[in-house]
Nanobody
Framework: QLQLVESGGGLVQPGGSLRLSCAAS????????IGWFRQAPGKEREGISC????????NYADSVKGRFTISRDNAKSTVYLQMNGLKPEDTAVYYC?????????????????????WGQGTQVTVSS
């Protein structure tokens, strides 16, 4: 059964760091791009970062560029999101999702409509 499970969320003070993990099972992770998305209350889902199947290409939203780093370990079937310099506006539920199509990449952005098989999400709260 195809599954994505996020972990690593929590409460952190402004300026702090967290590392989110997305554990994949039920498919070969190395064939697919993976995206990280977030949704805050009352706001639309935002694609914040994605990484291609081999990890050689990454995209970031302007809101997180320079602060967040996406990476993957296909041998461990896990994708990571290292978040540094966290701000209160980063507070949201964070989701990972798998591309609908194998072995492709996006010239820009991480279009949510092109991703399927979403995890259940992990809450990140940035507050003093």
């Amino acid at each position: 059964q195809l599954q994505l499970v996020e972990s690593g969320g929590g409460l952190v003070q402004p300026g702090g760091s967290l590392r989110l993990s997305c554990a994949a099972s039920g498919f070969t992770l190395g064939y697919y791009a993976i995206g990280w998305f977030r949704q805050a209350p009352g706001k639309e889902r935002e694609g914040i970062s994605c990484i291609n199947s081999r990890g050689g290409y990454t995209n970031y939203a302007d809101s997180v560029k320079g602060r967040f780093t996406i990476s993957r370990d296909n041998a461990k079937s896990t994708v990571y999101l290292q978040m540094n310099g966290l701000k209160p506006e980063d507070t949201a539920v964070y989701y990972c999702a798998r591309d609908r199509v194998q072995l492709r990449w996006f010239s820009s952005g991480c279009p949510a409509t092109e991703f399927a098989y979403w995890g259940q999400g992990t809450q990140v709260t940035v507050s003093s």
